[in-house]
């Protein structure tokens, strides 16, 4: 089973993740955030305390497929981290992303989730997929933003088109999509 749950910045979209496992102990949490600075290091201390101790993390945004073994449960937090820190490493700080890169990037963040994904179906496992909603806010201001935004856009709609279900979380309330 895959299970897509989006939603803003702070809607409870991990939380709702989680709590969907929480009465499990097979569970390994995919973390794809890159430890670059003291706020990142407290937001990563506060996830790794929100969810329990006898789950195994596995930090990563390549070669996902490597978190896979007995355990039966998977919680990828966030797909947004993931694309941004591949964007990121592809890119190599540059100022405009042509439209050759930007298939390149989309083509490589979908090729790292699709390598998990054919595998958890594969072994009959379970996986949520945490990712943000960007498409409800203002167009951003510079190019590299917008880029991101157009490419997580369609990220997520890959995702929520091969997912099994497909929730969005406001407020800390979810909502079935699919």
Same mark, same amino acid.
């Given at each position: 089973?895959?299970?897509?749950?989006?939603?803003?910045?702070?809607?409870?979209?991990?939380? @709702?993740?989680?709590?969907?496992?929480?009465?499990?102990?097979?569970?390994?949490?995919?973390?794809?955030?890159?430890?670059?600075?003291?706020?990142?290091?407290?937001?990563? =201390?506060?996830?790794?305390?929100?969810?329990?101790?006898?789950?195994?993390?596995?930090?990563?945004?390549?070669?996902?497929?490597?978190?896979?073994?007995?355990?039966?449960?998977?919680?990828?937090?966030?797909?947004?981290?993931?694309?941004?820190?591949?964007?990121?490493?592809?890119?190599?700080?540059?100022?405009?992303?042509?439209?050759?890169?930007?298939?390149?990037?989309?083509?490589?963040?979908?090729?790292? &989730?699709?390598?998990?994904?054919?595998?958890?179906?594969?072994?009959?496992?379970?996986?949520?997929?945490?990712?943000?909603?960007?498409?409800?806010?203002?167009?951003?201001?510079?190019?590299?933003?917008?880029? @991101?935004?157009?490419?997580?856009?369609?990220?997520?709609?890959?995702?929520?088109?091969?997912?099994?279900?497909?929730?969005?979380?406001?407020?800390?309330?979810?909502? =079935? &999509?699919?």
């Amino acid at each position: 089973m895959i299970t897509l749950v989006t939603g803003g910045a702070r809607s409870g979209k991990s939380n @709702f993740a989680q709590n969907r496992l929480l009465e499990k102990d097979d569970v390994v949490y995919i973390a794809t955030a890159k430890v670059e600075d003291s706020e990142m290091a407290d937001r990563v =201390k506060r996830h790794k305390n929100s969810r329990p101790s006898s789950w195994r993390t596995f930090e990563a945004y390549y070669d996902l497929q490597n978190a896979l073994g007995e355990e039966n449960n998977y919680i990828l937090d966030c797909v947004t981290n993931l694309s941004s820190n591949i964007m990121f490493d592809l890119s190599k700080g540059i100022d405009c992303i042509d439209d050759n890169l930007q298939n390149m990037i989309e083509e490589e963040i979908l090729k790292q &989730l699709n390598q998990l994904v054919l595998k958890i179906r594969k072994e009959n496992k379970n996986l949520i997929l945490v990712t943000n909603e960007l498409g409800d806010s203002i167009v951003p201001e510079n190019h590299i933003s917008r880029v @991101f935004r157009d490419i997580q856009g369609r990220v997520n709609q890959k995702l929520a088109n091969i997912s099994d279900e497909v929730y969005i979380v406001i407020c800390g309330i979810e909502v =079935k &999509l699919k």
